[in-house]
């Protein structure tokens, strides 16, 4: 057996004889102390764990690599404790400092010995904390990424509310610039409520619509197709002068959608389709 590969069967070995003391050293630092309703029965089990991802890392000889499989079975830990400390309100780097206190433990176990064996290991069970500490900044980064595409989904959706405006008669109204995400959400949320509400009419108010370009006309055609599907008459509304103009240059047909200029344009013709008139207070 190579020198390096002693060092590290005996770095190893090392970690695993003091598993349950270095785990409740572990247990004390805030990077676990911090987490609520953190069971403790459970804390312990994760700790243990992570001893033994960095006993096997430092034994194999791969305690450099954050890929070893080694750290397989840190990664599930890894992850909660990023996503813990994410949903805290801590940076993923701030995430991955916190994890350096785990060394401390670890070294102290080799801090009475001055033989060259024990340089060696204490290096390598620095870079094994190192390795977790990168593997806990990719997933921490993986889980922002994640809260961002949530909190993304959530403001579309919000941009995109289905108000009823009459009995049957539901309106969107889109403000902003339309994409394809926008447009599908906004499809979605409009036939899901003309199913719940058994909707008669939708309108679809662009009024708020900066540009009309061929993607985004050709988004508002299948919206309105799909409400026609679902039994739903479909009416657009908002096209102001300009937008109209645009459409005829760019050639787009919406010979088989009812337009109004205006949403209570639309209004008036949806009321007009349920028999209803409405007049001004005084008149007959």
Same mark, same amino acid.
Request: aromatic share 2%; net charge negative.
């Given at each position: 057996?190579?020198?390096?590969?002693?060092?590290?069967?005996?770095?190893?070995?090392?970690?695993?004889?003091? %598993?349950?003391?270095?785990?409740?050293?572990?247990?004390?630092?805030?990077?676990?102390? %911090?987490?609520?309703?953190?069971?403790?029965?459970?804390?312990?089990?994760?700790?243990?764990? +992570?001893?033994?991802?960095?006993?096997?890392?430092?034994? =194999?000889?791969?305690?450099?690599?954050?890929?070893?499989?080694?750290?397989?079975?840190?990664?599930?830990?890894?992850?909660?404790?990023?996503?813990?400390?994410?949903?805290?309100?801590?940076?993923?780097?701030?995430?991955?400092?916190?994890?350096?206190?785990?060394?401390?433990?670890?070294?102290?176990?080799?801090?009475?010995?001055?033989?060259?064996?024990?340089?060696?290991?204490?290096? !390598? +069970?620095?870079?094994?904390?190192?390795?977790?500490?990168?593997?806990?900044? =990719?997933?921490?980064?993986?889980?922002?990424? =994640?809260?961002?595409?949530?909190?993304?989904?959530?403001?579309?959706? !919000?941009?995109?509310?289905?108000?009823?405006?009459?009995?049957?008669?539901?309106?969107?109204?889109?403000?902003?610039?339309?994409?394809?995400?926008?447009?599908?959400?906004?499809?979605?949320?409009?036939?899901?409520?003309?199913?719940?509400?058994?909707?008669?009419?939708?309108? !679809?108010?662009?009024?708020?619509?900066?540009?009309?370009?061929? &993607?985004?006309?050709?988004?508002?055609?299948?919206?309105?197709?799909?409400?026609?599907? &679902?039994?739903?008459?479909?009416?657009?509304?908002?096209?102001?002068?300009?937008?109209?103009?645009? &459409?005829?240059?760019?050639?787009?047909?919406?010979?088989?959608?009812?337009?109004?200029?205006?949403?209570?344009?639309? +209004?008036?013709?949806?009321?007009?389709?349920?028999?209803?008139?409405?007049?001004?207070?005084?008149?007959?």
């Amino acid at each position: 057996m190579r020198f390096e590969d002693e060092v590290g069967a005996a770095a190893g070995d090392l970690v695993l004889e003091s %598993r349950n003391a270095i785990s409740e050293a572990w247990l004390r630092l805030p990077v676990f102390a %911090r987490r609520r309703g953190y069971d403790e029965e459970q804390a312990v089990a994760d700790c243990h764990a +992570l001893v033994s991802a960095v006993a096997e890392a430092v034994r =194999d000889g791969r305690a450099h690599d954050p890929a070893s499989p080694a750290f397989a079975q840190a990664k599930p830990i890894l992850s909660e404790l990023a996503d813990a400390r994410a949903r805290a309100g801590v940076s993923a780097a701030q995430a991955a400092l916190e994890l350096n206190d785990l060394k401390a433990p670890l070294l102290e176990l080799l801090v009475r010995r001055k033989d060259h064996a024990a340089h060696l290991e204490a290096a !390598l +069970l620095s870079t094994a904390v190192d390795s977790l500490r990168l593997l806990l900044m =990719d997933l921490a980064l993986n889980v922002g990424s =994640d809260v961002i595409a949530a909190q993304r989904q959530q403001l579309m959706e !919000l941009s995109t509310p289905v108000i009823t405006l009459w009995k049957g008669v539901l309106a969107v109204p889109l403000i902003g610039t339309l994409d394809s995400a926008r447009s599908q959400t906004a499809m979605e949320n409009l036939l899901h409520a003309i199913v719940d509400q058994r909707a008669e009419v939708a309108i !679809l108010d662009i009024t708020g619509v900066p540009t009309i370009d061929t &993607m985004v006309a050709q988004h508002l055609l299948k919206t309105a197709m799909a409400a026609r599907l &679902m039994g739903a008459h479909c009416i657009i509304s908002g096209i102001r002068p300009q937008i109209a103009q645009t &459409m005829v240059q760019l050639g787009i047909d919406l010979e088989e959608v009812t337009t109004r200029a205006s949403l209570s344009d639309a +209004l008036a013709f949806a009321l007009d389709r349920f028999g209803v008139t409405v007049r001004k207070a005084g008149q007959s």
